[in-house]
């Protein structure tokens, strides 16, 4: 028999010597060793005692310590931190090891077993399984029998009673067998319970879209399918009622689709995933959307060999979606979105929102940044009691309960494309269900239609409304936005996200992408009169087209970052050959075939070659009357609709209606009485804000320094990449390491690289109005804090953006912490979807998460160590540390500022967006300073994503300052002033 072995991090560390205080070395010289350290059970949050162990005298002269795991901080506790690489003494020098989120966390044999996973390794890797002992105080237990790789299936083989996770069995005894990732070169996204052998075998699912089967006795493994449906990164599956289910989040790199058995390219870019089932001999698709989890009341056994209902989670642009199975028909519910983290198309940024058990009784969902009460019962006749319990920042795989406590496990540093921080790692965090209610608040967004052909007396799928406090819901009919759901780059990917309206209005010929290591084909398409063709050419790479293409001025963008010059050139009736694209924009990687768009100036007909596809512009249905949209309650959950109002919408009108504040419902839909391109959206939110002038919260924060401090340490910080160690720089430039294993303060050496690295510069400027963001999404104004925020601290401009969870980013701007969605790592985030979190008057100068802990630099100069602050009096040093939902306690989001602030403003032209998304108390002010009255309109965005409607239209008097308090429930995104007169204006708000 093979017992694990206690490695308790020896792979890691070695002893540190106390004095002399070694100088670190260079972040360039290699690996430096690095001790890791941990807590203690029962400990309470933000407590920490002096070291377990006494210390071990090796001479006179040094005096080692054994490491910590006596530290507990806000949940967490430090020493059962998770890391990529095991091989190098604490430093992270290996490819392919970028990411270490927790995968998988359960129960079993009397500890709590969990994988780690990198990106993208179906061959293994240096990440482990891991169990962690009941007694916390002890270190993780990192198992021989590890193959990594990027494994989040788990599922507890109820037959064999053998706990699989990832590529590992685990007995009941806690014995442990491998499936060798030679053998079953997967990336282990879900395991099933099997359709025809239950006892004896399962399947195994891979996030390439393979389906492998395993005997879980002798281990004997053999892949069924390679890709039997469209799609890519799959995240979930399932058995239940004589199907597998399985599910996948994204479509990117599933190559010409040859393997696929069932379906075929997307059609379009919400096609981006799939949700699929099999019955033993046939594939079909359910549907053609971005699905996760896919799970039932059997929860993590996998499947049921009977008929019990299966639950599936995903989303659209508009919100999320969850399906149930029941009695073998599917059926949809509608939720709202908290945050927009995982929308991107890829689907990368959603590992792996779970629905589970977390007591006997209680079950939890999470998605977009909610977690929701879930009723195990839940089915299609018994659909209530979904509710929101609050929304969350941290990044969470897997989640369960465990010896009397709520666990999450985490997904935090990464360092794909994320320069500040030198190696991944994660923790797990460890509370009550209650304390989840003390983080960020129960608001979301989305709806049913948002700018959708309806059909009349066709009803909506239902939309939750069960549990929210204040609700306003945007009806709109006609398009406001350029509908780019059908226009992509290359007729079967990559949407486009700029197009110039001239482009807009045309139609467009293409191919499909093919390959991006082979030249991107050419092709032909006839006209029957003389034409200007448009040609969008990829500039990676600066291609010359054949000087016959005049260069416009115009550009094109798809994505969030790629782009295209536009060039012309005027041609006869006849055939027209567009030439392929052979620029390589880096070696080996070809840029996308050219699009043109044909413009006739009259009638023209367009007939496209072989291979070739034309692409109609999309219409902009205008209404010719008034819409009146019917909305019915499902008021218990039971199927049983009654109507609940109705609203008349004018032709190409908006209305914002709202439910009463006692309205008694779980579901509620949608009808039109008339063929439409309709919008239905609902702002939820709460009326429940965390009190950051509690005792308990003021506690929590008492270490950092005010705004207005002058005696303040601050510094800048950094996840090591030589050690365990976080690394900083104070603000005299001296060095320092924070030490993992005794989570003291060590002198470092000077690093310029390093210095560099950390600098900080101004990324926003403040003008009279408000704070002003010049960003990649455009020109969004936020609202001031106090005014010390205008100028740099002692210290410098403090950190304005960073990553801190994994493929989310964390803004401080102007004493408002914010979160911000990632599209791609690397890149500038989505300030467009940015959420506020809390407001605050303290000086905090950077932050960064580390060994699963957000930490905060900026705090006073005589603070005191109080289990949240570390402070090294002797060396003028100290941090602050904290969980990353700790921010909400900060208190509430509030701010003032507007886009206006006696300000020249031009009669009809729009000013920059004004953030609105997420505030409490609302008023605005209006003034201005014109000889006699003005009109002013303020228009709301209630997408996100630029999509406006009017608010109310004000009469502002010559010499008159109007002021307006806003509904208690109206909620929007962006707010944006518009004039009728040329003037000098005043648009003010206030959020209090």
């Known amino acids: 028999m093979i017992r694990p072995i206690l490695i308790a991090c020896l792979l890691c560390f070695h002893p540190l010597a106390i004095f002399p205080a070694d100088a670190a070395a260079d972040e360039k010289s290699g690996p430096k060793s690095g001790p890791q350290l941990g807590p203690q059970l029962g400990a309470k ?58 995968g998988a966390i359960v129960p079993w044999a009397g500890k709590l077993w969990m994988v780690n996973y990198a990106p993208h390794q179906p061959r293994g890797s240096e990440h482990k399984l891991y169990s962690v002992d009941a007694d916390l105080s002890q270190p993780l237990t990192i198992h021989p029998e590890s193959v990594g790789g990027t494994p989040a299936g788990r599922m507890i083989h109820k037959e064999s009673r053998q706990l699989l996770i990832g590529h590992h069995l685990v007995a009941a005894d806690g014995t442990v067998r491998t499936i060798a990732p030679a053998d079953m070169p997967m990336r282990v996204t879900a395991i099933a319970r099997h359709l ?28 069924l399918f390679k890709k039997p449906v469209p799609g890519w990164h799959s995240k979930g599956g399932y058995t239940s009622q004589g199907r597998l289910v399985v599910s996948n989040n994204g479509e990117l790199h599933v190559g010409d689709y040859s393997d696929v058995l069932v379906g075929g390219a997307a059609q379009n870019e919400e096609q981006r995933g799939v949700l699929a089932e099999y019955d033993g001999s046939e594939w079909r698709i359910v549907e053609r959307r971005q699905f996760t989890e ?93 509710r929101p319990i609050g929304s969350h920042l941290r990044y969470v795989p897997d989640f369960c309960e465990w010896n009397g406590r709520l666990v999450l496990a985490t997904d935090e540093t990464s360092i794909q494309g994320n320069r500040l921080a030198g190696q991944p790692q994660s923790n797990l965090w460890f509370g009550t269900y209650e304390d989840l209610k003390t983080w960020g608040p129960a608001s979301g967004y989305g709806g049913p239609w948002l700018e959708d052909r309806v059909r009349a007396g066709q009803p909506s799928d239902p939309f939750l409304v069960a549990g929210f406090d204040r609700r306003v819901i945007h009806l709109a009919v006609g398009r406001r936005t350029t509908d780019n759901s059908q226009r992509l780059r290359t007729t079967d990917q990559l949407a486009i996200t700029r197009l110039p309206d001239l482009l807009a209005q045309l139609p467009s010929v293409t191919v499909r992408r093919g390959s991006w290591k082979k030249p991107a084909a050419g092709y032909t398409f006839e006209v029957d009169a003389p034409v200007t063709v448009y040609l969008a050419v990829d500039e990676r790479g600066n291609p010359d087209p054949d000087d016959a293409w005049q260069r416009t001025e115009m550009t094109l963008q798809w994505g969030e970052r790629f782009g295209d010059r536009v060039y012309s050139r005027r041609f006869a009736a006849g055939r027209i050959e567009i030439p392929g694209n052979s620029t390589e924009h880096t070696p080996g990687s070809f840029g996308l075939p050219h699009t043109a768009f044909v413009a006739g100036g009259g009638e ?53 209606h709202y439910l009463p504040q006692d309205f008694d419902g779980t579901w509620l839909r949608f009808t039109v009485d008339r063929d439409c391109v309709a919008t239905a959206v609902l702002h939820q939110t709460t009326a429940r804000f965390v009190d950051g002038s509690s005792e308990e919260n003021q506690t929590l924060f008492a270490g950092l320094a005010e705004v207005g401090s002058t005696n303040v340490l601050a510094g800048r910080v950094y996840a090591a990449k030589r050690n365990r160690n976080l690394r900083l720089i104070n603000t005299e430039h001296t060095f320092f390491e924070f030490t993992k294993d005794q989570f003291h303060f060590e002198p470092d050496t000077p690093d310029e690289t390093l210095q560099q690295l950390l600098e900080t510069e101004q990324e926003f400027t403040v003008d009279a109005a408000s704070v002003v963001l010049s960003t990649n999404s455009g020109r969004f104004r936020l609202p001031k804090g106090d005014a010390a925020h205008d100028a740099p601290f002692a210290s410098g401009w403090p950190r304005t953006s960073r990553e801190v969870e994994s493929e989310r980013h964390l803004a401080n701007i102007h004493g408002t912490f914010y979160e911000v969605p990632l599209l791609t790592n690397g890149r500038p985030p989505l300030w467009n979807l940015m959420r506020p979190v ?71 032209r729009p000013s920059d967006a004004y953030l609105m998304r997420g505030y409490d108390r609302k008023s605005v002010r209006m003034s201005h300073g014109h000889s006699e009255a003005i009109n002013v309109s303020l228009e709301v965005d209630i997408s996100g994503n630029g999509l406006w409607v009017p608010y109310r239209s004000f009469n502002v008097p010559a010499g008159t300052t109007v002021n307006h308090q806003f509904p208690t429930a109206f909620s929007a995104f962006w707010v944006r002033a518009v004039s009728d007169t040329d003037t000098t204006a005043t648009v003010q708000l206030d959020y209090r």
């Open 196 to 223: 025809t052998d239950p006892a004896n075998r399962v399947y195994y699912i891979d996030m390439e879209g393979a389906i492998w089967e395993a005997n879980v006795h002798t281990l004997a493994v053999k892949r």
């Open 45 to 102: 949050s933000g407590t920490k005692s002096a070291p377990k162990s006494a210390p071990t005298t090796s001479s006179a002269a040094e005096i080692t310590l054994a490491p910590r795991t006596d530290v507990q901080i806000s949940g967490m506790y430090p020493h059962l931190t998770t890391y990529g690489i095991y091989s190098q003494n604490g430093g992270h020098y290996k490819k392919g090891h970028n990411e270490c989120g927790i």
């Open 838 to 908: 809390s407001s605050h008057n303290r000086q905090i100068s950077d932050f960064c998460t580390w060994n699963g802990l957000l930490v905060l630099a900026g705090i006073r100069a005589d603070a005191a160590d109080d289990g949240h602050v570390f402070r090294d009096e002797r060396r003028n040093v100290g941090l602050w540390f904290g969980g990353i939902d700790d921010l909400w306690k900060l208190g509430k989001p509030v701010g003032h500022g507007g886009p206006w602030l006696d300000t020249s403003v031009v009669a009809g």
């Open 604 to 656: 023209v007909t367009v007939k496209a070659g072989a291979g070739a596809q034309l692409i109609e512009p999309p219409s902009s249905p205008r209404s010719s009357g008034p819409v009146t949209f019917t909305l019915e309650t499902d008021r218990d959950g039971t199927g049983t609709w009654t109507p609940c109002g109705q609203a008349r919408v004018e032709a190409n009108g908006s209305v914002a």
């Open 294 to 386: 896919v799970t039932g009341p059997e929860g993590i056994t996998g499947g049921s060999d009977g008929n019990a209902p299966l639950w599936s989670m995903g989303w659209d642009r508009r919100s999320v979606r969850l399906k149930v199975l029941d009695n073998g028909t599917w059926h949809t519910y509608l939720l709202p979105k908290a945050a927009h983290c995982n929308d991107a198309s890829h689907g990368w940024y959603t590992e792996w929102p779970r629905i589970r058990e977390i007591t006997d009784d209680r079950w939890m969902m999470d998605m977009h940044g909610m977690f929701f009460d879930f009723p195990p019962t839940f089915s299609a006749a018994n659909s209530g009691g979904i």
